[in-house]
């Protein structure tokens, strides 16, 4: 009456086979350092093969489930080491940038200003070309002290508008670019 789908043992193995990928992401998250991209080259092409096994071959379930979580794991090894790859050059921080390019998302409006997502169409120093990542976080001050306001540019700033900041660098991760100070 119930069917191959409905069987018991059918859906402890969906259930199984949805928390295998998770728990590969897990797994990563837990390391300290990120594998070689041979390496993770590697797990996908072993964790695909397994899936492909435990799918065909239904003794092969485990074997599948250890694909699953293969594929977690290499997935967000490999997002991560894209994801360092977009650093700001130590030698940029704490340096003046003319940055030229997009607001990327809506302002977020604070006390003390506004953050925002730029994407870098151009960045220079003192007349200079230099590399930076494609998306960056501003944060544009006004003040800290309870009377601060926003400036009318602030005010007017919105997603999709195309600027100029000369901004300062920082962070422990230098991925944030702070300390926007003028526009255009």
């Avoid at 544009?140 to 508008?161: I, N, V």
Wanted: with cysteine; aromatic share 8%; net charge positive.
């Amino acid at each position: 009456m119930g069917g191959p789908a409905t069987e018991p043992a059918s859906v402890l193995r969906w259930f199984a086979a949805l928390l295998a990928v998770p728990a590969g992401v897990a797994l990563q998250l837990q390391q300290r350092e990120l594998l070689e991209p041979r390496l993770v080259l590697a797990m996908v092409l072993l964790g695909a093969a397994l899936c492909a096994a435990g799918w065909r071959w239904r003794r092969g379930f485990v074997l599948g489930l250890i694909g699953l979580v293969l594929l977690g794991f290499a997935s967000t090894d490999w997002r991560a080491s894209q994801r360092l790859a977009e650093v700001l050059e130590s030698g940029l921080e704490g340096r003046d940038l003319r940055l030229t390019g997009l607001v990327a998302s809506l302002p977020q409006h604070g006390p003390n200003g506004i953050r925002f997502r730029f994407r870098v169409e151009q960045a220079t120093m003192a007349g200079e070309p230099v590399a930076v990542p494609q998306l960056v976080a501003l944060g544009w001050y006004s003040g800290f002290h309870e009377d601060a306001t926003l400036l009318q540019p602030q005010r007017e700033l919105r997603a999709g508008q195309r600027w100029t900041f000369n901004a300062g660098c920082a962070g422990p991760t230098a991925r944030s670019i702070r300390r926007a100070s003028t526009w255009s």
